[in-house]
């Protein structure tokens, strides 16, 4: 069984990867279409489309989502994305015109990174998106990655990717850890980058974590946000500090299930398994 992000029916992902192994991005594609949401609890974040995701915009469909190190630049990756999409023919018929909806966020690797992902690697790297199991560790938007800089105890982190499931369907996330803070295994209680301490002064703007939550169970755009903001209780399970002013952590949600909108306690219960996917895919993304 395929246990990452992309064994949820109606998500294909791929990476790109520069060839230094110092910054990459990720790309997501929903090919018929899905229902999106987010939530920012970092700081500082950087992004592009999210206002598409609000409850009260008109586009009622998105095509696909975009991670990127690079920081502002690699803001840039979502135009690659998009031009691979108008090839497949998906997006929003305008006219003569498709236009796909490709909400974008960036984590900062600038320190570490030897280049800066562009519109050409966002085309890569939707270009080899898949419904294969999502490769994991230092590749895509978490290949710069690094986690447990707030106790001086920094580590090189990357990507990780997990997948839940019930009788309601299936919800997987897929995390780029960039995190100031420390990160603990809640399961084992072991500390896998840093001490749990807050110590480390750091230039503003350094870090993020990114994540892009999928499910198959139908809901409507307010239901993905609500969604997105209980998903983010998995980034508080794992790092010491979560949403701190250094971090622009950002959550993504899409639903590609089609049918009723969720009952309060079903959708309790798929915001439940978008938590653990994400706590999971934190852990993962330091193996």
């Known amino acids: 069984m395929n246990r990452t992000i992309t064994g949820v029916p109606g998500v294909l992902a791929g990476h790109w990867t520069h060839d230094s192994g110092t910054t990459g991005c990720t790309a997501f594609l929903f090919p ?9 609890p970092g700081s500082a974040p950087g992004s592009r489309e999210l206002g598409v995701l609000e409850a009260e915009h008109l586009a009622d469909r998105i095509h696909g989502f975009c991670l990127s190190g690079g920081s502002a630049f690699g803001l840039s990756t979502a135009d690659g994305v998009m031009k691979n999409l108008v090839e497949r023919g998906i997006g929003f018929p305008i006219g003569p015109h498709i236009v796909p909806l490709v909400p974008t966020a960036i984590l900062f690797d600038l320190s570490v990174a030897e280049a800066r992902p562009d519109a050409s ?29 707030a106790s001086n105890q920094a580590r090189r982190a990357g990507l990780g990717s ?3 499931q019930d009788d309601l369907g299936v919800v997987g996330a897929a995390v ?10 809640p399961q084992t209680g072991e500390w896998l980058a840093g001490t749990g301490e807050v110590r480390v002064e750091v230039p503003l703007l350094t870090n993020t974590t990114l994540a ?9 755009k307010a239901q993905c946000n609500v969604v997105a903001r209980m998903a983010s209780a998995g980034f508080a399970r794992c790092i010491y500090p979560a949403y701190a002013p250094v ?3 950002t959550v993504l949600v899409a639903s ?13 219960r798929v915001g439940h398994l978008a938590a653990v996917s994400i706590e999971r895919s934190i852990v993962r993304a330091l193996a």
């Open 32 to 40: 018929q279409g899905a229902v999106g949401g987010a939530v920012v």
């Open 121 to 149: 690697s966002g085309e890569a790297a939707a270009a080899g998106a898949s419904d294969g199991p999502l490769p994991e560790g230092r590749v895509g938007a978490g290949a710069g990655a690094t986690a447990g800089l």
């Open 162 to 164: 997990w997948l839940e």
């Open 176 to 185: 780029a850890l960039n995190a100031y803070g420390s990160v603990k295994d």
């Open 212 to 220: 892009v939550v999928a499910t198959s169970a139908p809901l409507t």
């Open 247 to 249: 971090d622009g952590d």
């Open 256 to 268: 590609t299930g089609t049918g009723s909108p969720l009952s309060p306690i079903q959708l309790a």
